[in-house]
């Protein structure tokens, strides 16, 4: 997958973005976030050891992601054998252990829609174990791009979007919105839950194309004749790669929109 420059911008920055590598949604609401780690990176499974391979910012946001949720936050090692571990208020307990990915896979399908699975085109950022639910046709739990915690707080749930054909300001979601019901269903769900707004950012790793385009979303219509996502905010950046620190500038008044 190529780099983010986008993110990396905005990062640098230290903008307060976050992601979360897996979280499954049942009836219309979050019932768990997902990190994962391979074994290999915790030879102990603690609290501490998780802190250092993740970083303490990090398992903050989610921490707090999760309880404005109302679902656990779990901590997810894995080798041959996948291993759950929750950490709440008390710290870090075991939650379950499965013999294998298709084991584990087979769980998290108990506590999500079968239909909410992981969505990308390109495999490359997949984890060993993602591609293992894949192969035993169980579906990995989507991922979420990015999320702004600033100032204690969940500010914005972030997806970024890739466009290598066309400039962003030439590429439109509603094109393969039919397709991509999947994608943004879960999406709304969690920023309507934590009521903060989705915001899309467009952007290209070619050069060619140095525009970042910002969009936030309004409304999402999921049938009938005019499906499709509606912006209140539709900035694009023609020269953003130039001048990156316009990104972070852009970003924050589409969040701050009301």
């Known amino acids: 997958m190529p780099d983010n420059w986008v993110k990396t911008s905005l990062t640098s920055q230290e903008y307060g973005l976050y992601e979360v ?23 102990e ?11 303490n910012d990090a398992v903050d946001a989610k921490y707090r992601l999760a309880d404005l949720l109302g679902c656990p936050y779990y901590i997810v090692p894995y080798a041959g054998e996948v291993d759950v571990f929750e950490l709440g208020e008390d710290g870090l307990r075991h939650h379950r252990t499965f013999s294998d990915a298709s084991e584990f896979g087979q769980w998290t399908m108990q506590i ?5 699975t992981k969505y990308t085109r390109d495999t490359s ?15 990995a ?9 600033q100032d204690g707080d969940i500010q914005a749930i972030i997806e970024w979007q890739t466009t290598n ?19 943004w269903k879960p999406l ?8 903060v707004p989705l915001i899309i950012v467009v952007w290209s790793p070619k050069r060619k194309y140095p525009g970042v385009r910002i969009k936030r979303v309004s409304d999402v219509t999921f049938e009938g004749h005019d499906t499709g996502l509606e ?3 539709d900035q694009t950046m023609p020269n953003a790669r130039s001048n990156p620190d316009t990104i972070a500038s852009v970003l924050s008044d589409a969040v701050r929109e009301s």
């Open 21 to 43: 590598d897996g979280y499954t949604v049942q009836d219309g609401e979050v019932t768990a976030l997902l990190d994962y780690i391979l074994a290999s990176e915790l030879p």
């Open 45 to 55: 499974v603690t609290e501490e050891s998780v802190l250092e391979v993740r970083g």
């Open 112 to 116: 999500r829609d079968r239909a909410i």
């Open 125 to 139: 950022s997949w984890s060993s174990l993602e591609r293992k639910l894949i192969e035993n046709d169980v579906g």
């Open 141 to 149: 739990p989507g991922d979420l791009d990015s999320f702004i915690y």
């Open 165 to 183: 054909k066309v400039s962003p300001a030439d590429h439109s979601n509603n094109r393969w919105f039919s397709d991509d019901i999947g994608r």
């Open 188 to 195: 709304l769900t969690i920023s309507e839950q934590l009521d």
């Open 231 to 233: 912006y209140s905010v």
